[in-house]
C-alpha cells in the first residue's frame, strides 16, 4: 500500500517560516490535500489539489509538489497555527482504491 | 450550512458489532461521496471506508475489508457504517466526512462519534 511520511514535528518562532514535507513514491503524480487539526477538534482542510486553497483559508498557507516531495507552507506564522498536519492523497494504484494519510506533523509555535 | 452529526458510538466487547450513522444537512446529499475516517486515542488519521454519490462505487481499509460494511440512503440524506467483529484495535473517533470532489479531499467533518472496544 502507499506510504506517505511527515516529519513528527517542526518548530517555528512567530513570523517566521514552516515547511511540512509528504513523501511518497512519485507523489508529484498525485493530488495532495492538507488538514489542520487543533486538539479536540475535527480536522479542517487547508490545502486541496497541492495549491488551492479554501474559502476561509489564509493565503499564508500554500501548498507544492513536485517528484517524491509535497510541502505545505506556512508563511507568517502565528501562535494560533500550532496544530497537528495532515497530508492526503487518493491512491488508484493498488488493488483496493482509497485515500492515504500521511503520518502527522505536530507544528510548535515557540 | 454543512452539518454532519454522528451517531452510535459507544462501548461494545470484542467480536460483537455497532452501527454507526451519520445525518447529513446544509447540501445536496446525493452528489458527493461520503467517507468514515478515524483516529484512535492520542494517534493519526486513518481512512476506513468510502462510499460513491450512488453506491456504485465503495472502497476499505485492509484493516477493516470483510468486517465493516459502508451504505447511504440518500432518500434519508444519511451515511452508515456496520462494523462486525469488532477488535481492540478498532477502539477510535470515527468521523462522517464529504468529499469535496472527485478525489478532491475532504471539505467537511462531523464532529466524530467515540467507538470503545473492550471486556
Known amino acids: 500500500s502507499y506510504v506517505l511520511t511527515q516529519p513528527p514535528s517542526v518548530s517555528v518562532a512567530p513570523g517566521k517560516t514552516a515547511r511540512i514535507t509528504c513523501g511518497g513514491n512519485?507523489?508529484?503524480?498525485?493530488?495532495v490535500h492538507w488538514y489542520q487539526q487543533k486538539p479536540g477538534q475535527a480536522p479542517v482542510l487547508v490545502i486541496y489539489?497541492?495549491?488551492d486553497r479554501p474559502s476561509g483559508i489564509p493565503e499564508r498557507f500554500s501548498g507544492s509538489n513536485s517528484g517524491n516531495t509535497a510541502t505545505l507552507t506556512i508563511s507568517r506564522v502565528e501562535a494560533g497555527d500550532e496544530a497537528d498536519y495532515y497530508c492526503?492523497?487518493?491512491?488508484?494504484?493498488?488493488?483496493?482504491?482509497?485515500?492515504?494519510f500521511g503520518t502527522g506533523t505536530k507544528v510548535t509555535v515557540l | 450550512e454543512v452539518q454532519l452529526v454522528e451517531s452510535g458510538g459507544g462501548l461494545v466487547q470484542p467480536g460483537r458489532s455497532l452501527r454507526l450513522s451519520c445525518a447529513a444537512s446544509?447540501?445536496?446529499?446525493?452528489?458527493?461521496?461520503m467517507h468514515w475516517v478515524r483516529q484512535a486515542p492520542g494517534k493519526g488519521l486513518e481512512w476506513v471506508s468510502g462510499?460513491?454519490?450512488?453506491?456504485?462505487?465503495?472502497g476499505y481499509a485492509d484493516s477493516v475489508k470483510g468486517r465493516f460494511t459502508i451504505s447511504r440512503d440518500n432518500a434519508k440524506n444519511s451515511l452508515y457504517l456496520q462494523m462486525n467483529s469488532l477488535r481492540a484495535e478498532d477502539t477510535a473517533l470515527y468521523y462522517c466526512?464529504?468529499?469535496?470532489?472527485?478525489?478532491?479531499?475532504?471539505?467537511?467533518w462531523g464532529q466524530g462519534t467515540l467507538v470503545t472496544v473492550s471486556s
Open positions: 462510499i460513491s454519490w450512488n453506491s456504485g462505487s465503495i
Open positions: 466526512a464529504k468529499e469535496y470532489s472527485n478525489a478532491g479531499g475532504i471539505d467537511y
Open positions: 512519485n507523489i508529484g503524480s498525485k493530488s
Open positions: 446544509g447540501f445536496t446529499f446525493d452528489d458527493y461521496a
Open positions: 489539489y497541492d495549491s
Open positions: 492526503q492523497v487518493w491512491d488508484s494504484s493498488s488493488d483496493h482504491p482509497g485515500y492515504v
